[in-house]
C-alpha cells in the first residue's frame, strides 16, 4: 500500500512538472516489522511515520508519503504536512466470508471499527488482524474469522474489488463513521519546502482533513483510539467514547490551516456540551 501511495504522489507531481526526476527511497517503520504487536496495547503513535520523519530531517529526501490517518496531531519540529492529494472514497468497507450474514467473530485491531461495530453486531466476538491487504483477505477467506474491515481508499488503490470466497460491503460514515484523515495521502516536508509541495496538492482534501485532525487533537486522541471524526458537505460525523455518535453542522470554508479551525473547533465541542 505504501508503494502505491508513493507512485500516486510521484504522478501528482510529474504531472505538474513534466520532466521531472523523481528517485523513491523505500523506509520500511517500525509498525511495518513488528507484525505481532498489537497497537492498540502497545500504542500506535508514530510506529509507521518516526522512520519516515527522520529520513526528511536528516535531509534524505524532500516529501514523506503518508496515509493521513496514520500522521499524529503532533510533529517534529521542523517539519509540516505540506497538503494532501486529492481524497479517495473514506468509507469502510465489510469483508465477509460468503454465505455469512451476520458475522460471530469479527478480526480487526481497529478500536474505532470495533466499537462502531459491536453496536451494529451485539453478539459478535473481536479479535486482532494484521498483515497486508492480500494476507488479511486470505485469513478470511480461510476462516479465520467471519469478516474484517479494509479501507475502502485502500482497496481501490490496490485495484481489489472482490475476492474469491468474500463479499465486500461498503458502509459509509450513516453506518461508520472514518477515522480522521481516512482516503487522504499526505505530503509531508520540512518547513522551508512547504510552498514548493503544495502546488501538487488539493485544497478541499486540505480543508477537510485540517478540520478533523483538529477534533483529533482537541480531544487528545490518536490513530489507534477508538475515536472517528469525518468532515464533508458541510457536516462533521463525530464518534467518541464520551459522546457516542454526534452529526451537527461545521462551517469549514476558510478552515485551511490549524490555526484557522482551532477556534471553530473549540466552539463546536463547547456547544455539544
Not at 467518541?240 to 469549514?252: C, S
Amino acid at each position: 500500500m505504501a508503494r502505491r501511495q508513493t507512485e500516486l504522489a510521484a504522478e501528482a507531481v510529474a504531472q505538474k512538472i513534466p520532466g521531472c526526476e523523481i528517485t523513491t527511497k523505500w523506509l520500511t517503520t517500525l509498525g511495518d516489522r513488528q507484525l505481532e504487536w498489537s497497537l492498540e496495547k502497545t500504542g500506535g503513535k508514530g510506529l509507521f511515520t518516526s522512520e519516515l520523519e527522520n529520513a526528511l530531517l536528516a535531509g534524505e529526501g524532500d516529501v514523506a508519503v503518508h496515509s493521513a490517518k496514520d500522521l499524529p496531531t503532533e510533529m517534529p519540529a521542523g517539519l509540516v504536512i505540506a497538503g494532501y492529494l486529492p481524497r479517495a472514497d473514506p468509507a469502510d468497507v465489510l469483508v465477509k466470508r460468503a454465505g455469512i450474514d451476520v458475522p460471530a467473530a469479527i478480526a480487526t485491531g481497529s478500536p474505532r471499527r470495533r466499537a462502531q461495530a459491536s453496536a451494529i453486531f451485539p453478539e459478535a466476538k473481536f479479535s486482532e488482524l494484521r498483515g497486508n491487504v492480500e494476507t488479511r483477505l486470505k485469513k478470511i477467506a480461510a476462516g479465520e474469522a467471519d469478516a474484517t474491515f479494509l479501507a475502502a481508499a485502500g482497496l481501490a488503490r490496490l485495484g481489489i474489488f472482490e475476492f474469491p470466497g468474500l463479499v465486500f460491503e461498503r458502509w459509509d460514515s450513516e453506518k461508520c463513521i472514518p477515522a480522521a484523515g481516512q482516503g487522504a495521502i499526505a505530503l509531508q516536508t520540512r518547513a522551508g519546502d512547504a510552498g514548493k509541495i503544495s502546488c501538487f496538492c488539493d485544497t478541499a482534501t486540505g480543508i477537510a482533513v485540517t478540520v478533523e485532525r483538529a477534533f483529533l487533537a482537541a480531544f487528545g486522541e490518536g490513530c489507534h483510539s477508538a475515536f472517528a471524526v469525518h468532515c464533508r458537505e458541510g457536516k462533521v460525523y463525530l464518534f467518541a467514547g464520551n459522546l457516542g455518535r454526534r452529526v451537527f453542522d461545521f462551517d469549514a470554508a476558510g478552515c485551511d490551516n490549524s490555526e484557522a479551525v482551532a477556534d471553530r473547533v473549540k466552539t463546536a465541542l463547547r456547544n455539544l456540551g
